[in-house]
């Protein structure tokens, strides 16, 4: 279209002239007036046929609000408005001196109780071997007064044998009294023999049963040893606390970001939930457009748009349409009108719309009002 604008106008020039091209023909210059001025109007009318301008958009970005999850008095707030940070370095320093006791604290309860734990471990490894000891000891024991209770029985079967067999013989009067009553003698001792060898066996049966409940002491170590391991291990879980205590008292930067506005200062005591300060990635921008209902049929995602910051007015951005709202603005308002009085009156309503823009130079801000003109044929 530029390129046949130039094409007519070198085609009129000559006809501007007379005389040689000296003097100006005052009735050509009116007809070329005009003909410049269709020509720009409709020049304009195909520009705005083939586009979409919206005068109702600015750059907006994720502003994080920073607050604090703990109480304390603020000792050292480390940025100020309109600094550049790194995500991690310091924002704000709360008092943490308590906390850091605390951990102090932790630290010698859990080495005393490590060492309860070792000495509780050692204490069961030596009474272990010693139980072990007894109870072999005691089996011992038992298995020789069985075997003695075993001979002693035999020995009572042969001198109740030998008593009875002289004992008739005597009533036959083939043995003499002497023999006899040397037999009644052997049968007395073998009867008491048997009955010790008994009462000895019985005893270490007691004695065995007795090193086994003892093997039980064991048992009630190695259950001791464990509820000090929970308790250790409940300190550690009170230990990582006052450490998260400590960390979340350094409030770091969650991204590389621009600190907006600060809402505190070193000294100040605050509270959980008090807003420090508000800070926006400054490479995470976009523009929000709001759009007429009538245009939206116009306009759909990956358009092009060129883009007139009013900060700017020389500088010319390019942007691309990256999404639409499926709903109007209106849908959104924290006052809805109902229209209770039935009196109506239509107003065209306006869609959201979002386009994707690079940042250059960080001259792009949120809240900078731009205009917005999309090609509607790319």
Known sequence: MSHTLKNLLAQMLPFLFRDNGQTLHKENIKWTILLLSTLAI???????????????????SNVIIISSNRSGWISEFAV?????????????????RAAKLAIEEMDIQILTKEAEIERSRSERAMVSEEQASLLETEKAKLDS???????????????QSNFERTDKLLKKQLVSKRQWEEDELVLSQAQENHQQAKSELLQQSAELRKAKAQM??????????AIMEQDLERLRVQQKQFSLDVEDRQIRSP?????????????????????LLMLHNPEDIWINANIKETEL???????????????????????TVSSIDNATTSEFALLPNPNPSGN?????????????????????????????DIDTRS
């Open 80 to 96: 100020n408005g309109g600094q550049q940070v790194n995500a991690g370095d310091l924002l704000v320093q709360i008092d943490d």
């Open 145 to 159: 007064a069985r075997s003695n209770a075993k001979k002693a029985n035999s020995s009572l079967q042969l001198a």
């Open 216 to 225: 039980m002491s064991v048992e009630l170590l190695e259950r001791k040893i």
């Open 255 to 275: 991204i590389n970001a621009i600190i907006d506005k600060t809402f505190g200062h070193k000294g100040e005591y605050i509270s959980p939930g008090r807003r």
């Open 297 to 319: 049929r116009h306009v759909k995602p990956g358009m092009s748009a060129s883009i007139t910051v009013d900060a700017y007015p020389d500088h010319e951005f390019k942007a």
């Open 42 to 60: 409709s020049w304009w009318a195909y520009e705005r046929s083939n586009s979409v301008a919206i005068s109702d958009a600015r750059i907006a």
């Open 344 to 372: 109506f009156t239509k107003v065209t309503q306006r869609l959201r719309i979002k386009l994707a823009i690079e940042q250059q130079q960080q001259l792009l801000k949120p809240g900078m009002m731009v205009e917005v």
